[in-house]
Structure formats: structure tokens, C-alpha cells
């Protein structure tokens, strides 16, 4: 009796599952401006990956807002 239960509620998830990735998937762009909206949104994601990674950020030269100030 367990197993039955417990493979109801794993195939009431798989459903539940199912038509959420369904419903997602009809949510998609389909005007032009929209999909440039899209384009740059992505491209400035890619943008700032690259100019705040961890490479970037820890190779740079302290600047003067920085708390890395001089000690006299």
C-alpha cells in the first residue's frame, strides 16, 4: 500500500512537472521589439559576467574609493 502512495504522489509531481515546463515554454517572445529587448538584456548579462568576474576584479589596481589606502 505504501509503494502505491508513494508512486501516486512521484507521478502526481512528474504531472505537475509536465505542465509547468508546458506552460512555460508558450510564454515566449514574438514581437520584434521584444525580442531585441531580449538580445540586449542578454548580451549586457554577458557584459557584465566578464567585467565583475573575480579575475577582473581582484587584478585591478586599487583606485581611490577603494579601502586599500596608504599608510604613512
Sequence with gaps: MAFVVL???LGGLALL?????????RNQTESAEGLRIEEQARLQ???DR???ST??????PPSA???HHRRR
Aim: aromatic letters at 8%.
Design 50 to 52: 566578464v567585467s565583475f
Design 7 to 9: 508512486f501516486g504522489i
Design 17 to 25: 512537472l509536465i505542465v509547468t515546463l508546458l506552460r512555460r515554454s
Design 65 to 67: 574609493s577603494d579601502a
Design 55 to 60: 579575475i577582473a576584479m581582484h587584478n585591478a
Design 45 to 47: 548579462a554577458s557584459r
